[in-house]
């Protein structure tokens, strides 16, 4: 199926769809953003709302040969606006009560040092300080629900340390929730209550709720008695930019540390063993916002690519292009 008769079985116009594209879900594969429209369209939404929102994630999948890799996969998922948009829908809904927060908490997080990739393919260093953080020991919130005439109320009470988001291989807090230490927690509070009150619509994890989280579980496209993983990335900001190595080791220098300010070939292995050379090649590939930019990186990977891995990088490449069509 082509690409334009995918957006006419979607009854999607080119227009739309590059408005999509530009302003909704930059960044994101074609593939992706029909999904989102999908999903949109089977729960009646408007998907120019912002209501969902497109997660990078590692998953493990198997492949055709039956090896086992880690690439990026593009997740839906529900923001908290839809929770509230989904309560009001079921006409009962009456409302939160004010958020109330635990006594403030000083934090010291230490330095952390992690490897990302940037736009040109190359793995660079980025250090992140040690910095004191005054956050609430806790956040509550009731939803309240109108029940057989009467008020029936549903309080979350959730400990900010357990549901902060984590920089990637640290305990150290995602950017989003270092700049915003309160307003996070009570958008985590508002969703485990309404999930509470409104089981039967609200029953799925917000997206801000699973920013910075590992989840673990069985997937539609890995076969039977195979575990999938999701490994989201290091941070919300860095959902568009900056893709975070896979198996970068905490607080390891960046690898093939090139001398004086030449920055490493793109091309590069990162490591000696053939399945992580293959997840650095594909992490660069699903990032491509191109023909031209995808054509590029292999031509600069496939050298360096284990021969038992060759033919499955330009299985992936050819995929990649198809998105462009």
Not at 139 to 148: G, L, T
Request: with cysteine; proline share 7%; charged share 25%.
């Amino acid at each position: 199926m082509t690409a334009k008769s995918e957006l006419a079985e979607l009854n999607l116009s080119p227009v739309l769809f590059k408005t999509l594209q530009d302003t909704v879900f930059p960044g994101a594969t074609d593939e992706a953003i029909r999904m989102a429209v999908a999903y949109c369209q089977a729960r009646n939404l408007d998907i120019l709302s912002r209501v969902v929102y497109l997660v990078p994630m590692y998953t493990k999948v198997r492949s055709a040969n039956g090896s086992v890799a880690s690439v990026f996969r593009d997740v839906v998922m529900p923001g908290i606006a839809l929770h509230r948009i989904n309560a009001t829908r079921t006409g009962t809904y009456l409302g939160l009560s004010d958020t109330e927060y635990g006594p403030p908490i000083s934090t010291t997080f230490p330095e952390h040092k992690a490897n990302f990739m940037n736009a040109k393919g190359d793995w660079e260093e980025k250090v992140y300080p040690a910095r004191t953080l005054v956050h609430p020991e806790w956040v509550k919130v009731v939803a309240k629900r109108s029940v057989n005439g009467g008020v029936a109320e549903f309080p979350a009470k959730l400990f900010w340390m357990e549901i902060y988001a984590k920089l990637s291989k640290s305990e150290r807090p995602n950017d989003t929730w270092m700049s915003r230490p309160y307003g996070q927690a009570d958008k985590c509070a508002e969703a485990a209550a309404l999930r509470k009150g409104f089981p039967e619509c609200c029953a799925d994890v917000t997206a801000e709720e699973a920013d910075g989280k590992a989840i673990e579980g069985e997937f539609s496209h890995v076969p039977a008695g195979e575990e999938g993983e999701l490994k989201p990335k290091a941070s919300a900001a860095d959902i568009l930019r900056n893709r975070t190595k896979p198996d970068a080791k905490k607080d390891a220098a960046p690898v093939n540390q090139p001398e004086g300010n030449k920055k490493p070939d793109a091309g590069a292995p990162e490591s000696n063993d053939p399945e992580e050379i293959f997840n650095d090649f594909m992490v660069r590939l699903n990032v491509a916002a191109s023909r031209e930019e995808a054509t590029k990186i292999i031509n600069s990977s496939i050298k360096s690519i284990p021969s038992s891995y060759q033919g499955k990088a330009k299985e992936e490449f050819k995929r990649k292009l198809s998105n462009f069509a």
